[in-house]
Antibody, heavy 119, light 106 residues
């Protein structure tokens, strides 16, 4: 079965960077885009961008352009999301989510990684 | 960017009630619309995709309808386990989510 296992919680200071990993199993990692979505405490879901694991091509939401970098390591079926210049309102749970391809949106999400930004 | 607007933002209903949540897209998204259920501390769970297709394993009391810019999620005969926040999502161009609708049981 499809599994997306994310790295553990992080605590960072303002101005620092964080890199979250998402290890995929149970399907062809290079066959499906991987999305990243975040959710601030008590708030809604916010799409950050996606990566094509086959090519490494990325597309980011305008809000995060210049501050986010999505990469992958196909040898270990793992996607990464790095966010730089952190500030307090980046405190959120960060999720990876597998695209479904075609008509299907995809129903597989990681368990989430809490990133806390605090001085 | 495509904006998604849900209404209402919260509702309270009784067990057995029929509940309807509406989602509007800022431009046509054809049928590229999904609905999720999220409970506290958990990742969102897919309920409906392509506006009206029921995800495998999801109870049949959940249904979706609509196309273009107007969409609806209906929960027939609300159950205690349905207390959660519901999000619509467009996947026509990138992804974008509605702000969520919190469903509480009276």
């Amino acid at each position: 079965q499809v599994q997306l296992i994310q790295s553990g919680a992080e605590v960072k200071k303002p101005g620092a960077s964080v890199k979250v990993s998402c290890k995929a199993s149970g399907y062809s990692f290079i066959g499906f885009y991987m999305h990243w979505v975040r959710q601030a405490p008590g708030q809604g879901l916010e799409w950050m961008g996606w990566i094509n694991p086959k090519t490494g091509d990325t597309d980011y939401a305008q809000k995060f352009q210049g501050r986010v970098n999505m990469t992958r390591d196909t040898s270990i079926s793992t996607a990464y999301m790095e966010l730089t210049s952190l500030h307090s309102d980046d405190t959120a749970v960060y999720y990876c989510a597998k695209d479904g391809g075609g008509d299907y949106v995809g129903g597989n999400w990681g368990q989430g990684t809490l990133v806390t930004v605090s001085s | 960017d495509i904006q998604m607007t849900q209404s209402p933002s919260a509702l309270s209903a009784s067990v057995g009630d029929r509940v309807t949540i509406t989602c509007r897209a800022s431009q046509s998204i054809s049928s590229w619309l999904a609905w999720y259920q999220q409970k506290p501390g958990k990742a969102p769970k897919l309920l409906i995709y392509k506006a009206s297709s029921l995800e495998s394993g999801v109870p049949s009391r959940f249904s979706g309808s609509g196309s273009g810019t107007e969409f609806t999620l209906t929960i027939n005969s609300l159950q205690p386990d349905d207390s959660a926040t519901y999000y619509c999502q467009q996947y026509s161009r990138y992804w974008a989510f509605g702000q969520g609708t919190r469903v509480e049981l009276k």
